[in-house]
């Protein structure tokens, strides 16, 4: 029987967890490709404890980014998608699919501002065949090996 301490240990995968520092070490299948038709939705995911957003593009690449805009915070599944990128509805910031912001409407003409903001998320590699998964690549490298018996 485990204690309550040792079940956390293993079961916890949440951001700085140490389950969830060794599960990032990994990737992992979060969806098949057929489930992000070209011209479809954006499909919100939850995994490890982080919310994320796939979105097909226009060149048919896949993004995999942080479900929450960098400006305010909000959902960015239901945004829409538009020339290249995957627009927030809130102030409109367009994102590519490797998560850099591509325009911010109320910026003036040659402004640099939209340079500070990246909801960067490695992206996944483009799968083979309509049917094979996409895959969601490992975020952080700073797991620690511990001697833990269980």
């Known amino acids: 029987m485990l204690s309550r301490e040792q079940n956390d240990l293993i079961t916890q995968t949440g951001p700085g967890t140490p389950g969830g520092d060794m599960f990032r070490r990994y990737w992992h299948p ?3 490709s057929e489930e992000l038709p070209a011209g479809g939705d954006p499909v919100p995911i939850d995994i ?3 919310e994320l957003v796939a979105f097909r593009d226009d060149q048919d690449r896949i993004g995999l980014l942080d479900r929450h805009c960098s400006h305010r915070g909000t959902d960015i599944s239901y945004g829409r998608l538009e ?3 995957l627009r927030c509805l809130y102030h409109s910031w367009l994102y590519d699919v490797n998560g850099k912001c591509l325009e ?3 910026e003036p003409p040659g402004s640099q501002f939209k340079a500070k903001y990246v909801s960067l998320r490695m992206p996944p590699t483009k799968p083979a065949a309509p049917s094979s998964p996409v895959w969601a690549p490992a975020r952080r490298r700073n ?3 511990r001697n833990i018996s269980i």
Do not use: I, K, S
């Open 30 to 32: 979060v969806l098949l």
């Open 48 to 50: 490890l404890g982080e």
């Open 104 to 106: 911010q409407p109320a």
């Open 83 to 85: 020339n290249g990128g």
């Open 143 to 145: 797991f620690r090996h």
